[in-house]
């Protein structure tokens, strides 16, 4: 296959962790024969220094060309500290998901045995959870009508009904194709938007008989993630609420630093970290590299290059198990690796089998 990735490193650890994503990718292609191009591009913090917008008409159009975009992550803390810059880099963000009409962001929540440990839950609590979160990405509150003066403000939580039938329908692909247990997760007792979720979720269940539809309130959604997270298999949910649970999902699981992210739709996928871009630990080479590897992974999976995406998982799981570990994961009296040898290890696993 001819692979054409737009990459867009961003800020903070982003290009540390997107040089190693790259090398992974481009290993893995030699490997299968694959033939890859990369075509680099600006985004979020380091786009607006350079060109004042942070996602610039010349990053979408290389995001247009390409199969695919190999994203990391943007978010820069002068931003974060002054509520009248008039941009910002989480806007590069969102044009990129609205311009790209990137509806369905795929967040699978996994656990790894070795790490259970690191989990705020008990390992008996957390063993064996492993679902996926699906949250519809270009809607609801996000986009819709806002206004804002010095005495009151408000944000639209809007939604039609094509928006949620075929974010509806990525949810019963993934749960056919798993546990076949899809829950809806909405706040259908008070909002608006949740009721016209739950009909036409509920109109959805009659034809998919063969998976079994659940209803969720968000706050009960949100409880029972941590108090029985393996009841999970698919999880649907509008924008906000699936910012907020994914975060508290990718939490559960010990290690934000290894959980990627799809983000598919209308145009060229993009596939990225669900952790931000720690500014603190920019250049430092102690950011954990394996959710954009991983995110590399999702990416192969995308096209079904399944025995590529299995590689590259069967290499995170052993550079865990031989503890080549970055610090924050490392055991005690683990030898010190860092973003740069993490990936090197796994560039040379992938070559020597
Ligand atoms: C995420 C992030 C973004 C969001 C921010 C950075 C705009 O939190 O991808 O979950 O809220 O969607
Ligand atoms: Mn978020």
């Not at 692909?173 to 008070?190: E, G, I």
């Not at 720690?278 to 995110?295: D, E, T």
Request: a negative charge.
């Amino acid at each position: 296959m001819n692979l054409k990735i737009a990459v867009l490193p961003g800020d903070g650890i982003g290009p540390e962790i997107s040089e190693q994503g790259v090398a992974v990718m481009t290993a893995v292609c030699k490997k299968f024969g694959h033939t890859v191009t990369y075509e680099y591009a600006l985004c979020g913090a380091d786009a607006i220094d350079k060109v004042v917008d942070p996602f610039p008409e010349e990053t979408f159009q290389t995001c247009m060309r390409a199969d695919a975009v190999l994203f990391s992550a943007v978010g820069d803390p002068k931003y974060d500290n002054d509520p009248t810059s008039p941009v910002r880099p989480e806007q590069g963000l969102l044009a990129m998901r609205k311009r790209l009409g990137l509806y369905a962001n795929i967040r699978p929540i996994e656990t790894f045995d070795c790490l259970l440990h690191k989990s705020p839950l008990k390992d008996e609590l957390v063993r064996g959870a492993d679902f996926i979160c699906i949250r519809e990405l270009t809607g609801g509150m996000y986009f819709g009508e806002k206004y804002q003066d010095n005495d009151k403000a408000y944000d639209t939580n809007f939604y039609s009904r094509p928006e949620i039938e075929r974010i509806l329908r990525v949810g019963y692909d993934y749960a056919r194709r798993r546990k076949k247990h899809l829950t809806v997760v909405d706040k259908a007792n008070v909002l608006a938007s949740s009721r016209l979720w739950r009909q036409i979720a509920k109109e959805m269940a009659v034809l998919n008989p063969d998976v079994l539809t659940d209803f969720m309130f968000v706050d009960n959604a949100s409880m029972r993630m941590v108090q029985e997270p393996t009841f999970f298999d698919v999880i649907v949910t509008e924008n906000t609420f699936g910012d907020i649970l994914t975060d508290e999902g990718s939490c559960i699981t010990g290690s934000m630093g290894l959980l990627p992210s799809a983000s598919t739709g209308e145009h060229t996928p993009v596939f990225e970290p669900v952790h931000g871009s720690w500014p603190q630990a920019k250049g430092q080479n102690i950011a954990n590299p394996l959710a954009q590897i991983l995110s590399v992974a999702m990416l192969f999976e995308h096209f079904n290059l399944d025995a590529e995406g299995r590689l590259i998982r069967e290499a995170v799981s052993a550079s865990l198990n031989k503890k080549i570990r970055t610090p924050e994961i490392q055991v005690e009296g683990g030898a010190h690796y860092g973003t740069r040898e993490v990936g090197a290890w796994i560039v040379d696993y992938i070559n020597a089998v």
